[in-house]
C-alpha cells in the first residue's frame, strides 16, 4: 500500500482565494511525522511545514496551514490568500519512528504531488 | 547559514558510465540524504548518511554508493549508468539526534538532474 496518496493531480486557484490540497497517509507507527514541501520548476524542494503526530494543536506557518485528522490519517495542506509565486508542485511526505539520539534513518515517503496553479 | 549545495547541476552521461554526485550539507547539519525523483514522480529515498556511515537505504541496488565526510558533505556514485538512471537527484540535509522527537525537517538542495543516453 501506498505510504502517502495525493489523489488531486492538478488544482486551480484564482489569485488571493484559498485552497486545500488533499493528502493521505497509511502507516502502523504510532510515531510519525508528516511534512509538504513546495517544488517549482526549478526543481528545489521547498519546505513548507510540519506536523508531528503527537501534536495536539494543527500546525500553521504564515499563509500555510495542516488540517490533522489523526483518525482519518489526513493532512490536507492549506493555502490562504493565494498569490501567482505559489504556482508549483507540492508534495506531502511522511517519515515514521521516534528519533533519539543515535537515529535510524528518517527518510522521508512522497507522495505524487500536486500540480497547483494560481489564476491572475 | 549557508544552505544545502548540490554540484553539478546538470549532467549528460551514457549507458555503463560512473558518475558522482556532491552535496554540502546545510551549516550545522549531521545527516545526509539522497533521493532520486524520476520525471513526474515524487522523490524516492536512496540512503542516508549519518556520522559518515550509511544509516538506511532505500530500495536501490548496490550500484548506488555513497560517501559521508567529516565536514558532513557527502557524495553520492552510480557505477553501469542504466537509461532509467535519468532523473532528478537530490540531497537533503537534517539535524538528527537532539531532541528525541519525530520529525526532524530535511532541507533539500537544487538537485542535480542527470540525463542518460
Known amino acids: 500500500a501506498q505510504k502517502i496518496t495525493q489523489t488531486q493531480p492538478g488544482m486551480f486557484v484564482q489569485e488571493k482565494e484559498a485552497v486545500t490540497l488533499d493528502c493521505t497517509y497509511d502507516?502502523?507507527?504510532?510515531?510519525?511525522?508528516l511534512f509538504w514541501y513546495k517544488q517549482p520548476s526549478s526543481g528545489e524542494m521547498i519546505f513548507l511545514i510540519y506536523?508531528?503526530?503527537?501534536?495536539?494543536q494543527n500546525a500553521t506557518e504564515g499563509r500555510y496551514s495542516l488540517n490533522f485528522q489523526k483518525a482519518r490519517k489526513s493532512a490536507n495542506l492549506v493555502i490562504s490568500a493565494s498569490q501567482l509565486g505559489d504556482s508549483a508542485m507540492y508534495f506531502c511526505?511522511?517519515?515514521?519512528?521516534?528519533?533519539?539520539?543515535?537515529?535510524?534513518?528518517?527518510?522521508?515517503?512522497f507522495g505524487t504531488g500536486t500540480r497547483l496553479t494560481v489564476i491572475p | 547559514e549557508t544552505g544545502v549545495t548540490q554540484s553539478p547541476t546538470h549532467l549528460i552521461k551514457t549507458r555503463g558510465q560512473q558518475v558522482t554526485l556532491r552535496c554540502s550539507s546545510q551549516?550545522?547539519?549531521?545527516?545526509v540524504s539522497w533521493y532520486q525523483q524520476a520525471l513526474g514522480q515524487g522523490p524516492q529515498f536512496i540512503f542516508q548518511?549519518?556520522?559518515?556511515?550509511?544509516?538506511g537505504r532505500g530500495n536501490f541496488p548496490p550500484r548506488f554508493s555513497g560517501l559521508q565526510f567529516p565536514n558532513y558533505s557527502s557524495e553520492l556514485n552510480v557505477n553501469a549508468l542504466e537509461l532509467d538512471d535519468s532523473a532528478l537527484y537530490l540531497c537533503?540535509?537534517?539535524?538528527?539526534?537532539?531532541?528525541?522527537?519525530?520529525?526532524?525537517?530535511?532541507?533539500f538542495g537544487p538537485g542535480t538532474r542527470l540525463l542518460v543516453l
Open positions: 537533503a540535509s537534517s539535524l538528527a539526534g537532539t531532541s528525541g522527537r519525530p520529525g526532524e525537517t530535511q532541507y
Open positions: 502507516t502502523s507507527d504510532p510515531s510519525y511525522g
Open positions: 506536523q508531528g503526530s503527537y501534536d495536539q
Open positions: 511526505a511522511m517519515r515514521e519512528g521516534v528519533l533519539g539520539v543515535q537515529t535510524g534513518a528518517n527518510n522521508l515517503f
Open positions: 551549516s550545522g547539519h549531521n545527516t
Open positions: 548518511y549519518y556520522r559518515e556511515e550509511e544509516n
